[in-house]
């Protein structure tokens, strides 16, 4: 495992690449992209743990900050939907040519999932998506965050913490005007092509939204396997929540089915 910094010069993007165990190497990659705000936080653990079994499994990982995020280059102020589009593929261009691979897939959960979607139905380069609850509209998303975080506003009242409400947070995250008009206008229904030959969702329950998008998915000629995997969130939480405990279940159908499908 090494830490590095990759892409243009003005808008450098920090990625941790995990690399497969001597004699167990694939010729084959995966991208990890992370979830957005809060979620990051709470993914964190889960995600270094996914890049571990990955390895193991013999493929090449690299897992990244989208610009203006983590220890990536910029402030909130770059950040944007259309950015972070361009940042996977960004990564997969990283992956793809540092270690001279044709086979990469993504790998995303909540907004990274709907994210790895745009971006490969955009690069048309990509063999793989892993779509781990993906974020289908997002003015819907948006408000679920929202009504998170007047919650956990409301519990800090009651505990007697300082509960300052700025109209530009968001679970302790900045959210621009530019974001929150980005997210009023995601739709992952809008896609108007498969991102990829072979797709995976994975969601803990059933859902309407969910069954919609793999029968539009599969009318576009991918193939899409669906699973329901139940275990514990690590989304939709708040900052005063403990952390989470590492959803196995969801690492182990990740890795087995990209193992699968990968041949």
Same mark, same amino acid.
């Given at each position: $495992? ?17 690399? #497969?165990?001597?004699?167990? /190497?694939?010729?084959?990659?995966? =991208? ?10 709470? /993914? ?39 950015? !972070?589009? +361009?940042?996977?593929? +960004? ?22 999932? +709907? ?15 892993? %779509? !781990?609850? #993906? ?5 819907? *998303?948006? /408000? ?26 968001? %679970?302790?995250?900045? %959210? ?7 997210? =009023? ?11 990829? #030959?072979?797709? *995976?969702? $994975? ?12 029968? $539009? ?6 193939? =899409? ?6 275990? #514990? ?7 005063? $929540?403990?952390?989470?405990? =590492? ?10 089915? %990209? ?5």
């Amino acid at each position: $495992m090494h830490a590095c910094y990759f892409g243009s010069p003005d808008r450098r993007l920090f990625g941790i690449f995990e690399e #497969p165990e001597d004699g167990a /190497a694939r010729e084959a990659g995966v =991208v990890l992209c992370y979830p957005y705000g809060a979620d990051y936080a709470t /993914a964190f653990r889960t995600f270094r743990i996914l890049a571990t079994r990955l390895a193991k499994a013999g493929f090449h990982v690299l897992r990244f900050d989208y610009l203006g995020t983590g220890d990536s280059s910029g402030d909130a102020d770059v950040a944007s939907i259309e950015q !972070w589009i +361009t940042d996977v593929g +960004t990564a997969v261009r990283e992956l793809r040519d540092s270690r001279g691979l044709r086979d990469v897939s993504l790998v995303g959960l909540r907004l990274g999932a +709907t994210l790895a979607a745009l971006a490969a139905a955009r690069t048309k380069d990509v063999e793989r998506v892993v %779509l !781990w609850e #993906p974020v289908v509209d997002g003015q819907e *998303y948006l /408000a679920a965050l929202q009504a998170l975080h007047r919650e956990w506003l409301q519990e800090a009242l009651r505990d007697g913490r300082n509960a300052q409400h700025l109209e530009d947070d968001l %679970l302790g995250y900045q %959210l621009t005007e530019r974001l929150r008009r980005d997210f =009023v206008d995601l739709r992952l229904q809008s896609l108007a092509g498969a991102p990829a #030959p072979s797709l *995976y969702l $994975m969601s803990k329950g059933s859902s309407d939204e969910y069954d919609c998008l793999v029968a $539009m998915l599969r009318q576009q000629g991918a193939r =899409v396997d669906a699973d329901r995997v139940e275990g #514990p969130e690590i989304w939709s939480r708040t900052p005063s $929540m403990d952390e989470s405990s =590492v959803p196995t279940g969801a690492l182990r159908s990740i890795v087995t089915w %990209l193992t699968s499908a990968s041949g």
